[in-house]
């Protein structure tokens, strides 16, 4: 395990594919947050959106900055690319269900708050038949 | 269809009923082989015929539309273009191929070295590395994978003559401890450098098997070049016929004149490193 991992880190390191997404994922962040107007709480669940895809993109723009032919090899290295390619399939679609799920629990916890504190504003009125 | 070879030894790679498609072609049907242990054997066809697309699939690497591939043990898979991250540092990258099959890192200096390549090489980017130089390096670290089966893909085409003869040497030492290496030769870069086990002839969508040609017809197919240089020196060689076009191109680059080519019979020195104007007598 080690030494795919090893592995998987110097092809991300030595490749320029990640670099594009890398800086999208930078540019949207530092863009989001930086409008002065824009408070954290309120772009929160659209930065972890954006950054959902964004991530997806990066993920697999660094399993693509592999050469088909180094790709091969270390495929043969591990026994058959058969198998490979459904451990990657398994990774991907993991990290992206991941970065959704999180996306969605912040979402819907900002949601959470501004129901529940519109809630209480609006509390006596509500109360009273 | 089928190739039984050696069924002697254990098998290190089996196939059965494959049938190899690329794009919406079957190119092959119902291939079935057995490789044993320490053969040496060649999947030879015409340009199309499906020989790459069988090593894939038989490495894995493509899976087969129909039938199965078993594999035993570990093995190593070198393509014909060898192509890698440019920034990737060649130590940086045979370290790593050496994790991921989980060994023990060896000492790439030394085992460069010996292929005739320079020691600098490890610690320069793959993006510097010539064709010959990247498969070289690639062919370095699927000898020492310490597999049962080498799957080469044309891996004599990008050598120069010393590449060729130390892959040759190399290939033979290991198959005769025992290592099975099947490969594609279409530039017939091999010949005379490896005894061959049994040739695999890919055509009409099937897979042939042959008889590899004999040693004695090995040694026959041998050229005898006779050159002269303007300085006076003169140059008598007999080499194995694959190798003549090399040797015919250095001295020609060299500004020798060739006298005479010839095919010539009977046994003669084992092929060695590749021929040298240098060793001309005087």
């Known amino acids: 395990m080690t030494g795919r991992l090893r592995y998987l880190r110097l092809t991300a390191a030595r490749t320029r594919a990640p670099l594009l997404p890398l800086a999208a994922c930078v540019f949207w962040v530092v863009g989001i947050y930086s409008y002065e107007h824009n408070e954290v709480g309120q772009t929160f669940g659209l930065t972890a959106l954006l950054c959902c895809a964004l991530d997806a993109w990066l993920v697999a723009a660094i399993l693509a900055g592999e050469p088909a032919a180094q790709a091969d090899m270390a495929s043969a290295a591990l026994g058959g690319d058969v198998r490979r390619a459904r451990r990657h399939a398994r990774r991907r679609r993991g990290a992206v269900v991941a970065q959704l799920r999180r996306a969605r629990r912040r979402d819907t916890g900002r949601r959470r708050v501004v129901d529940a504190t519109t809630a209480v504003a609006a509390g006596p009125a509500t109360a009273s038949p | 269809m089928a190739g039984s070879l050696s069924p002697q030894r254990p098998a290190v790679l089996e196939a059965a009923g494959v049938t190899v498609r690329r794009g919406r072609r079957d190119v092959l049907a119902g291939v079935a082989l057995r490789l044993g242990a320490g053969t040496v054997v060649q999947l030879a066809g015409a340009n199309g015929s499906g020989k790459t697309s069988l090593l894939r699939v038989l490495a894995g690497l493509t899976p087969p539309r129909t039938g199965s591939v078993r594999r035993a043990g570990a093995f190593a898979f070198v393509p014909e273009k060898v192509v890698l991250a440019p920034a990737l540092g060649c130590a940086e990258w045979l370290s790593a191929m050496r994790g991921l099959r989980g060994l023990e890192q060896v000492d790439w200096a030394a085992a460069v070295a010996a292929s005739g390549l320079e020691e600098e090489i490890l610690?320069?980017?793959?993006?510097?590395?010539?064709?010959?130089?990247?498969?070289?390096?690639?062919?370095?670290?699927?000898?020492?994978?310490?597999?049962?089966?080498?799957?080469?893909?044309?891996?004599?085409?990008?050598?120069?003559?010393?590449?060729?003869?130390?892959?040759?040497?190399?290939?033979?030492?290991?198959?005769?401890?025992?290592?099975?290496?099947?490969?594609?030769?279409?530039?017939?870069?091999?010949?005379?450098?490896?005894?061959?086990?049994?040739?695999?002839?890919?055509?009409?969508?099937?897979?042939?098997?042959?008889?590899?040609?004999?040693?004695?017809?090995?040694?026959?197919?041998?050229?005898?070049?006779?050159?002269?240089?303007?300085?006076?020196?003169?140059?008598?060689?007999?080499?194995?016929?694959?190798?003549?076009?090399?040797?015919?191109?250095?001295?020609?680059?060299?500004?020798?004149?060739?006298?005479?080519?010839?095919?010539?019979?009977?046994p003669t020195r084992p092929p060695g490193p590749g021929p040298h104007v240098s060793r001309g007598r005087a």
Request: hydrophobic residues 45%.
């Open chain 2, 123 to 266: 610690e320069r980017p793959a993006a510097v590395l010539s064709k010959g130089m990247l498969q070289r390096l690639a062919l370095l670290e699927a000898i020492h994978a310490g597999g049962a089966l080498l799957l080469l893909d044309e891996p004599f085409s990008g050598l120069d003559p010393e590449g060729r003869a130390w892959l040759g040497d190399e290939l033979a030492r290991r198959s005769s401890a025992g290592l099975a290496v099947l490969f594609t030769d279409h530039s017939g870069g091999a010949g005379g450098r490896l005894s061959l086990t049994e040739v695999l002839r890919l055509r009409d969508g099937a897979c042939e098997r042959e008889l590899a040609p004999a040693a004695d017809d090995t040694q026959a197919a041998q050229v005898a070049v006779r050159a002269s240089h303007p300085d006076g020196r003169s140059l008598d060689r007999v080499v194995p016929a694959p190798a003549s076009d090399d040797l015919l191109g250095e001295l020609l680059a060299a500004g020798w004149h060739v006298a005479e080519v010839r095919s010539v019979r009977g």
